[in-house]
């Protein structure tokens, strides 16, 4: 089995399931799912879609610090909406955090997400 290490900062929301907030093997990073958890509170930062794509954004970018990098070594991103229709939100507010070249990524339209939130996004980063 490779060698693999897991990925922990007090910076993002502590897993609140059987989860890691990520795992770095070799020198690829797999990112679990963030939603828009205030990683001190640990509630929904807010009902407006704005704020939550933001917290987001934050809370990826936290956890890929801990593991050595930033959004921007990200080389596959995948969002997950309840409303598909805030997806050009989601692009101006993905243009404040990253640089081209952007990552590979999906858009997804799910019924539901944990803790009743409006997004969730996942990834993986080539370091």
Known sequence: ????????????????????????????????????????????????????????????TAVCHAAGGSLNDIVKLNIYMTDLSHFATVNEIMERYFTQPYPARAAIGVKQLPKDSLVEMDGIMAL
């Open 1 to 60: 089995m490779a060698n693999k290490s897991i990925i922990v900062t007090d910076k993002a929301p502590q897993a609140i399931g059987t989860y890691s907030q990520a795992v770095k093997v070799g020198s690829t990073v797999y990112l679990s799912g963030q939603i828009p958890l205030n990683p001190e509170s640990m509630q929904i930062v807010s009902t407006d879609f704005d704020a939550q794509v933001i917290q987001v954004f934050d809370n990826l």
